[in-house]
């Protein structure tokens, strides 16, 4: 199964990919990533794209659900170009088969089910974290979840809306702050809405939560960071 999930008005293409599996032997736990094998025209196995589970082993068993924005670049022609792996999982239709592999991360898994977790995860970076909530409710797990997400458009980049709402009024997810950088005339970002809630997100950190942060490395993981130390030495 795939869908696009960006909605009319948006320059992305983000697409939802449900892998279906029946082998005993893949295992995977949220946060690990899968590994995308791509060969050549030539036959020659070209190295694996890894791509963030957004799917939960206890809830959608028997699948693995990749989140994939599809990167576009421009040819020396002035054509459009697609990258290797986007461009290839982009393209398959229901049927079609994948070789993958399950990339572990040891450092990127949930806590014990009693504690709270915060997740920061513009664009594609919510990925994991679709993979987080699920299991956690399925796990019935105590612990809190407080998720930061940001993208262009609200109308047309709100990733899995329908589904965080819903989240939300389980009692699944319980705060959710969002940042659409281009709906206002001065950009917001992840960052920005972090800075808002500082007090809120030191008492959750001061009281075991553990942050988790996923997407874009340069330059949004930096300004992440920067932003947690000065919410840190501001509020303490």
């Not at 459009?80 to 986007?86: E, M, T, V």
């Not at 808002?196 to 939560?209: D, P, R």
Request: hydrophobic share 35%; aromatic share 10%.
């Amino acid at each position: 199964d795939i869908v696009n999930l960006n909605d009319r008005g948006s320059l992305k293409e983000t697409y939802h990919i449900e892998i279906a599996y029946d082998d005993a032997e893949v295992s995977y736990t949220p946060g690990d990533a899968a590994g995308i094998i791509l060969s050549d025209p030539k036959g020659a196995k070209e190295t694996p794209r890894l791509y963030s589970i957004a799917s939960s082993p206890s809830f959608h068993s028997g699948e693995i659900h990749l989140t994939v924005a599809l990167a576009t670049y421009a040819k020396e022609d002035g054509s459009k170009g697609f990258g290797l792996a986007s461009g290839y999982l982009s393209n398959k239709k229901e049927g079609d088969t994948i070789t993958f592999y399950i990339g572990q991360n040891l450092v990127f898994n949930l806590p014990n089910d009693s504690q709270d977790v915060i997740m920061i995860g513009p664009g594609t970076g919510i990925a994991p974290f679709r993979s987080f909530i699920y299991e956690r409710a399925d796990r019935g797990a105590s612990g809190r979840n407080w998720l930061f997400f940001g993208d262009h458009h609200a109308h047309c980049d709100f990733l899995y809306q329908s589904e965080w709402q819903e989240h939300l009024t389980m009692g699944n997810l319980d705060r959710l702050d969002l940042a659409f950088s281009r709906d206002q005339e001065n950009k917001i970002y992840v960052q920005d809405r972090m800075i808002e809630q500082a007090k809120e997100l030191m008492v959750w950190i001061e009281t075991g939560a553990i942050v988790y942060l996923c997407g874009c490395k340069d330059p949004m993981s930096h300004d992440v960071e920067k932003t947690l130390i000065q919410i840190i030495a501001e509020q303490k």
